[in-house]
């Protein structure tokens, strides 16, 4: 079972105050568990937005901790920004990560929304997914007035918050606690400082749109329908919360969005929408930020957009389409981009320093020849493996950008982006092997003296060797089927790299063969004899069809040597 993770992306009244700031990311770091993932001040909005992430409980008292600070240190009475607020903690919502459904966070958020109301004394209002009325889920709604409003807001019966006290705190004003799906706040940089035409073209492509007014003109009076009801022109982009405003730090106009569901507008769709707004206005798009943090599939996904826009081959590593992506979107305009810091997977990794993928070349070769018994064949083997998509994926490549071979660029670019899955499960596989050797050997180390220790160490004694046979196992699965794509470029690909098809082949049915080594040997310490024959049995055919199609990639690169 996965451990329940919440991401919780708390936004502070203060931004230029290092020391205020400091001490609420210090109050949110006492609480064990938590890993504060990141802290974006903004001057101008005269905001900090904050992001952690951990189990629910521990996010709930980081969450409590931080807010208390908060009202003890800001006065709102005294804040001005660019960012609509209305509290010294202004929003605080909750984001399910992994193994937690919306439901369960939503519990969550009204535990924390009402800690935050009974042990700090706050003014509540719930929003989104953990609403209590259905005119609350719009956090605009909730926040409509701002803190200068909040007074008048809170002396009518149909706005009593829905926890903490019905009274106006001059101080602290209001607090929106939610539960939402993963948000990207995301700013658009114009080449004007205009903030009327930066609305214009925020207006333009929010969901939300403009009023429509008679004649189609900016001030003419508000077209109305058989009701009453203001008439809205819906804007081009779905899911998208959209406002113009000018950033005096920068001297420049932004679109800031928020992208509420980033799979029906993904970040490089909204970019290209603005950039496409922008122009017919007359205004040009110069790059763009994230605000927090955002899902490396998003990143991703931007990368492969560009090159697809491009006609180049997507099957590129990761790496290198994230600095695609940051490149095309203009992510560094403002401040240089930290994938580390900015990407929530790679901020949230165990920086264990002991990974084998990790090592260079050299020091990998060092470690195999080391006195230790790990790495060893397997974890070989497995690198073997990966060399060997990777040969196939760089024929790909190369291939989808040959002259005079446009018409077939997708066709590459398809089998590198399989060539890369191969090579990424393989990668993975190389640690996983030295895994599985060591957690037999740890097995073997348990105590026996007891026959209840006896009995637990022959459990696990027998649960780390077949796991020590499965790992290998993949190893030959993946390695195997790598051989299909190394086997189309010797015949399709570019003539010239044929020979790295050829070295593919060798490499793949070496690692076939070394990963079955390992699966044999491991299967004399293996008690369950059903499952070792099988899955030998099966080892076995796969080593006989990896020598056959070897032999036939083989022959086809003689035909083009």
Known sequence: MTE?????????????????????????????????????????????????????????????????????????????????RFGAMDVCP???????????????????????????????????????????????????????????????????PDFGPAVFNARSGATAVGARNFLVAYNINLNTT???????????????????REGNLLTGPVVRDGDGREVWIQGSLKSVKAIG???????????????????????????????????????????SELVGLVPLQAMLEAGRY?????????????????????????????????PREKIIEYAMEKKTGHNLVDLSLKDFVFATAGESPAPGGGSVAAAVGALAAALGTMVANLSAHKRGWD??????????????????RLLALVDEDTEAFNAVMEAFRLPAGTSSEKEARSTAVQSATRRAMEVPYRV???????????????????????????????????????????????????????????????????????AAREKEILALVESRL
């Not at 660029?409 to 191969?422: I, Q």
Request: glycine letters at 8%; one cysteine or more; a negative charge.
């Open 4 to 84: 329940p993770l919440v991401e919780c992306v708390p936004n502070f009244s203060e931004g230029r105050d290092p020391e205020i700031i400091g001490r609420i990311t210090d109050a949110i770091q006492s609480v064990e568990g938590v890993k504060l993932l990141d802290v974006d001040p903004g001057k101008a909005t005269h905001r900090t937005v904050v992001t952690l992430v951990g189990p629910p409980p521990q996010v709930v008292e980081a969450a409590v901790r931080a807010a208390r600070v908060a009202a003890e240190l800001i006065d709102m009475s005294r804040h001005q920004g660019e960012h609509p």
């Open 94 to 160: 909750l984001v399910p990560v992994a193994g937690i459904s919306m439901a369960e966070t939503v519990t969550y958020a009204h535990e924390l929304a009402r800690r935050l109301g009974e042990e700090v004394g706050l003014t509540i209002y719930c929003y989104e997914h953990a609403a209590r009325r259905d005119d609350r889920r719009n956090l605009a709604a909730v926040r409509a007035g701002e803190y200068e409003g909040l007074k008048e807001k809170l002396a009518d019966p149909r706005w009593q």
């Open 194 to 212: 205009s903030t009327r035409r930066a609305n214009a073209i925020a207006f333009d492509v929010r969901e939300k749109g403009r009023k429509k």
């Open 245 to 287: 405003w000018f950033i005096r730090e920068y001297g420049i106009a932004q679109i800031s969005m928020n992208l509420t569901d980033i799979a029906t507008t993904p970040i490089h769709v909204a970019f290209d929408e603005v950039c496409r707004a922008a122009a017919v206005r007359g205004i040009r798009v110069t790059g």
């Open 306 to 338: 560009f090159l697809h826009k491009q006609q180049r081959s997507v099957g590129i590593p990761d790496r290198d389409l994230v600095r695609l992506a940051v490149r095309s979107l203009g992510l560094d305009e403002l401040g240089k981009f930290q």
């Open 407 to 424: 018409d077939r660029w997708e066709k590459f670019s398809g089998w590198a982006e399989t060539g890369k899955a191969s090579h990424d």
């Open 476 to 546: 030959m699965e993946a390695a195997h089927e790598c051989m299909v794509l190394l086997e189309a470029m010797a015949g399709e690909g570019l003539p010239s790299s044929a020979s790295d098809a050829g070295v593919g082949a060798l490499c793949a049915r070496a690692a076939v063969r070394g990963a079955f080594l390992n699966v044999r040997i491991n299967a004399a310490g293996l008690e369950d004899k059903v499952f070792a024959d099988d899955l030998i049995q099966r080892g076995r055919r796969l080593e006989e069809e990896a």
